[in-house]
């Protein structure tokens, strides 16, 4: 996502992204939630939360697992 919108020209994507992932057992994504309003509604927030939640990740024995996730961009 970061480099399809820097390849359309977006210059504005620097900065710290903090996002918060909450999982189910069965390792689906339940929802993925960008704390930063900078990246709120935007065309890279919008891409990211989507391939966060096209990718299970493992199972696990717990109902449901939140974190949280921080990336330099």
């Given at each position: 996502c970061f480099n399809e919108r820097v390849q359309a020209g977006d210059?504005?994507?620097k900065g710290t992204l903090n996002m918060?992932?909450?999982?189910?057992?069965d390792g689906a994504v339940r929802d993925v939630l960008l704390k930063d309003e900078k990246y709120?509604?935007?065309?890279?927030?919008d891409c990211l939360i989507n391939s966060i939640k096209s990718k299970p990740f493992k199972m696990f024995r717990?109902?449901?697992?939140?974190f949280s996730y921080y990336w330099d961009l």
């Open positions: 210059r504005s994507l918060q992932i909450r999982l189910s057992g709120m509604g935007s065309l890279f927030g717990s109902r449901e697992q939140v």
